[in-house]
C-alpha cells in the first residue's frame, strides 16, 4: 500500500541512496561524481528531488532540473523531469505517481511557466494522468558507417577552417552565442555548455570553424557512445549555413575516418533540428522495433495562463543538450 512509504525531500547526504537505486532500477552502472554533478553542480540551480521511503529504505525517486530557456521574447528559468526510478521490488505501487505529483507541488512554488520532460513512450501514461501534456516523439536520426563511407568517396575534404579539439575548455568563452527569441530552445551560454560536457562519465569532443580573422564562427559538439556511435551534442542552428554545413561534412570524415557506427542527431519530430537533418541524408526508422527506433516523448506540464503556443512543436527546438546522454 502507498500509505506504507515516507517522502521527503532529498539533499546531497542521500547521493549513496541514490546511487544504490539508480543500479537497483535500471541495472546499470553509476557513480555519485554523476549524480552530483547532474542534481548539484548545475550553474542554474540544484535540482529538486523527492524520495520514497520504506523502512529508512530509497525505495523511488525523482528529479527537476533546473533550465534557462528560450521562451519567445525572453527568457525563462523551467524544470525538466526526469530520473522517476523504482526500485523492481516496490513497482506497480503508484510510488512514481506520487512522486511526480509531489515533485509539481514543488515547482509550483518557483512560479516557473511550465516543466518538460523526455520520458518513454510507456510512461507517458503515467505522466498525463497527472496533468502532462503530450507534445511530441523524439526521433532518432542517423548516418550509418557504411553510407558515410560511400559518401567520403566522392566528396573532396576541406576543412581549412575547421580545428579539432578533444575538450571544451575555454575555446567557446568569448563564442557568441545567438539566442533565438522568437521560439522555444534551451539558453546557451557558456557556464551551462562547460557544466553540460562535463559529464564525468563521457568525453566530449569539439569541431570550430574559424573565419577570415581567425574567430570561431560556428561549432559542433560531440560525444562518443560506448557502443562507438557518434552523438551530436550541439550546434549553433543560428549561423551560417556554410558553416553548419562544412562542420557536419567533417564530421561524417571523422567517422569514416576512426570506423565510428555513424552520426546520431536526436531531435523533436518535425522541429527545426529534425528538418535540418532530414534535408541533410539522416534517416529514422519508421518502426517500432529495431535499431534506433524511437523510444522517447516529449511532454510538457503548463502551470497558470502559460502560453498557449508551447503546445505546438513547431515553436520548439531541442538539440542533444536537453537530453541524457546515451
Known amino acids: 500500500m502507498n500509505n506504507?512509504?515516507?517522502?521527503?525531500?532529498?539533499?546531497r547526504g542521500d547521493l549513496q541512496k541514490l546511487e544504490d537505486l539508480f543500479v537497483a532500477a535500471f541495472n546499470t552502472p553509476t557513480a555519485k561524481d554523476t549524480l552530483k554533478w547532474k542534481y548539484f553542480l548545475n550553474p542554474n540551480g540544484d535540482a529538486i528531488l523527492v524520495g520514497a521511503f520504506y523502512d529508512d529504505f530509497l525505495v523511488g525517486s525523482g528529479a527537476m532540473i533546473p533550465e534557462r530557456i528560450n521562451n519567445f521574447d525572453t527568457s525563462s528559468r523551467v524544470f525538466k523531469c526526469t530520473d522517476l526510478m523504482t526500485h523492481p521490488e516496490h513497482q506497480q505501487k503508484g510510488i512514481s505517481k506520487r512522486i511526480n505529483s509531489l515533485l509539481n507541488e514543488e515547482v509550483l512554488k518557483t512560479q516557473t511557466p511550465f516543466s518538460y520532460t523526455f520520458c518513454s513512450q510507456i510512461s507517458t501514461k503515467s505522466f498525463i494522468k497527472n496533468k502532462w501534456i503530450f507534445i511530441a516523439k523524439i526521433i532518432n536520426l542517423f548516418k550509418p558507417y557504411l553510407l558515410l563511407k560511400?559518401?567520403?568517396?566522392?566528396?573532396?575534404?576541406?576543412?581549412?577552417?575547421?580545428?579539432?579539439?578533444?575538450?571544451?575548455?575555454?575555446?567557446?568563452?568569448?563564442y557568441e552565442f545567438n539566442n533565438n527569441l522568437s521560439g522555444l530552445s534551451i539558453f546557451k551560454e557558456i557556464e551551462f555548455i562547460k557544466w553540460r560536457t562535463n559529464n564525468p562519465g563521457y568525453t566530449y569532443r569539439l569541431l570550430c570553424h574559424y573565419n577570415n580573422t581567425n574567430k570561431i564562427n560556428g561549432y559542433l559538439i560531440y560525444s562518443i557512445s560506448p557502443n562507438n556511435m557518434v552523438n551530436v551534442i550541439d550546434f549553433d542552428l543560428n549561423c551560417s549555413k556554410s558553416v553548419i554545413i562544412n562542420l557536419f561534412k567533417e564530421l561524417e570524415f571523422i567517422v569514416v575516418l576512426n570506423n565510428h557506427k555513424g552520426i546520431l542527431i536526436m531531435a523533436l519530430d518535425n522541429s527545426a533540428l529534425y528538418i535540418f537533418a532530414k534535408k541533410n541524408g539522416y534517416m529514422s526508422n519508421p518502426f517500432k522495433k529495431g535499431p534506433l527506433h524511437s523510444i522517447l516523448d516529449f511532454n510538457i506540464n503548463l502551470i497558470g495562463n502559460s502560453?498557449?503556443?508551447?503546445?505546438?512543436?513547431?515553436?520548439?527546438?531541442f538539440s542533444a543538450l536537453s537530453y541524457d546522454d546515451i
Do not use: A
Open 4 to 11: 506504507d512509504y515516507e517522502y521527503r525531500l532529498l539533499r
Open 150 to 174: 560511400i559518401i567520403c568517396l566522392f566528396r573532396k575534404r576541406e576543412n581549412d577552417y575547421i580545428k579539432h579539439f578533444n575538450t571544451i575548455d575555454d575555446l567557446l568563452d568569448e
Open 307 to 317: 502560453d498557449k503556443r508551447l503546445l505546438n512543436v513547431k515553436f520548439w527546438n
